[in-house]
């Protein structure tokens, strides 16, 4: 087997079907050898049926994977070890892969002797997106979206173009040598967690593997009415930052409070004025200010769950040494 796409989906089964169809529809090879890993992580809804009736008239095997830990890093790493193939494609179950997109894995490998590649996320709008939301790239980056053209091999410290969740493959090697993805990161059921993906290519990249991001690997996103709303933004970055402070190094004891770092009560304390402000000024900047202070509120809470962790672990140690 020389491709394995991995699949991670929960509770999506509306979507999850325009992914596999969009894989069956795939112009490779006949060659290639390559297969599909759907890896349910606990979902309570169709899922299962829908992945079973999808194999039985697929044009490639379809293997079906309960992983009942949520988290996607769970999920993709319980792929990564039921997979078959040499080389180890994801992508994500609310995605539609071009009809290359599999023929263009081990093409952009070889193009860049890589072990690792990724490529363009270009979006499907679902209906017509806002013009805050269009014209505000920190915003579409956070929507996993990527259209640059061209190609690169990555380097550290990371820079844009880059490669993402929705769109990249690995050898195998890559993950024998550096690991799997570290499922304290990732999303987690509700909670709009990132940055497992990014985690693990600057692990790679640190080993000396070449990873290359190539515009011929397209992916097209789809981005439904529930993401293109401001609430869905004020989730997101407030979310986001608190699952990076959570498991983030602790600061040092200088300037700290409460596990946090004392710059950042005063951004939570100064942030909604600023807003406030500039909303009644009527400034377009006004939903950016707003999105810092949750930024600034997550990261808060996400030192002070990760200081309250460490203090129950050190009552267990204390515990356990009685």
């Known amino acids: 087997m020389q491709i394995s796409v991995i699949v991670a989906t929960y509770n999506r089964e509306h979507l999850l079907g325009g992914t596999l169809e969009a894989l069956a529809g795939q112009r490779a090879a006949a060659d290639l050898e390559w297969e599909i890993v759907v890896v349910d992580n606990a979902s309570r809804d169709g899922t299962a049926d829908a992945v079973r009736r999808f194999s039985e008239g697929a044009p490639v095997p379809v293997r079906y994977v309960y992983e009942p830990r949520q988290g996607l890093s769970e999920a993709r790493n319980r792929g990564i070890r039921e997979a078959r193939g040499g080389i180890l494609a994801f992508t994500d179950d609310d995605v539609i892969p071009a009809a290359d997109w599999v023929a263009q894995i081990p093409a952009a490998m070889n193009r860049w002797k890589a072990e690792g590649v990724g490529g363009r996320i270009l979006p ?159 400034s377009p900047r006004a939903f950016e200010a707003e999105l810092a202070w949750l930024e600034s509120a997550g990261r808060l809470s996400g030192y002070w769950k990760a200081r309250s962790r460490a203090a129950d672990s050190d009552r267990v140690s204390e515990i356990a040494e009685e």
């Open 124 to 282: 499907r709008w679902e209906a017509p997106p806002p013009a805050w939301l269009t014209g505000n790239r920190r915003l579409l980056e956070s929507l996993a979206l990527m259209e640059s053209e061209g190609g690169r091999l990555l380097s550290l410290p990371r820079t844009l173009p880059t490669i993402w969740g929705p769109n990249m493959a690995f050898r195998r090697e890559v993950f024998e040598r550096v690991g799997d993805f570290d499922p304290r990161r990732g999303l987690v059921g509700s909670r709009l967690f990132r940055g497992e993906e990014v985690e693990l290519i600057e692990r790679a990249l640190a080993q000396g593997f070449r990873i290359a991001y190539d515009a011929a690997l397209v992916v097209f996103h789809r981005i439904g009415p529930d993401r293109m709303r401001r609430g869905y933004f004020r989730r997101l970055f407030y979310d986001n930052a608190q699952g990076s402070a959570w498991r983030a190094p602790a600061p040092g004891d200088h300037g700290k409070l409460f596990g946090a770092p004392l710059g950042l009560y005063r951004s939570a304390v100064t942030g909604p004025a600023k807003w406030i402000v500039l909303r009644l000024l009527g």
